[in-house]
């Protein structure tokens, strides 16, 4: 199957401060990832939605999911189906595939992962697994 043809979904992990945006498909390629600020992220998602012909936008369903649902179907250019994902525990699931995708290096490859935080946000890694519990769900 051409790259082109696999749908792509875009994973939403809303935030009341900082929310997490990705991009892949149905083969787990990741196209996209991101943390914006929330006052950013509209802007963020109408460029990528646009940018990557995406036709479904997964988001997280649990804080402030609700009022970002209901700013998404006014707010958003282009009508995309959205679909909410349970997302208890996708921080802590975040935080070891962050380590996966960013092996920690020199001293801090001695600490037990337990102990290591990622020295960034990891909203957009949230976002990634809120695609992936999607697929999972299918």
Known sequence: MNQ????????????RDKCGVAITDNKGNIYYHQVVESSQAIL???????QFSIN????????????????????????????LIDE????LEARDRYWEMYPPQGLMRLLPQGM???PRPIDDIVAILLIERYFNRL
């Open 4 to 15: 082109e043809n696999l749908s792509k979904i875009l994973g939403f992990d809303p935030g």
């Open 44 to 50: 963020t998602l109408n460029t990528l939605i646009e």
């Open 56 to 83: 479904l936008l997964v988001m997280g369903n649990q804080t402030t999911s609700k009022q970002w649902k209901q700013r998404l179907e006014k707010e958003l250019l282009l009508s995309v189906p959205i679909e």
């Open 88 to 91: 208890r525990n996708s921080t």
């Open 116 to 118: 290591r935080n990622p």
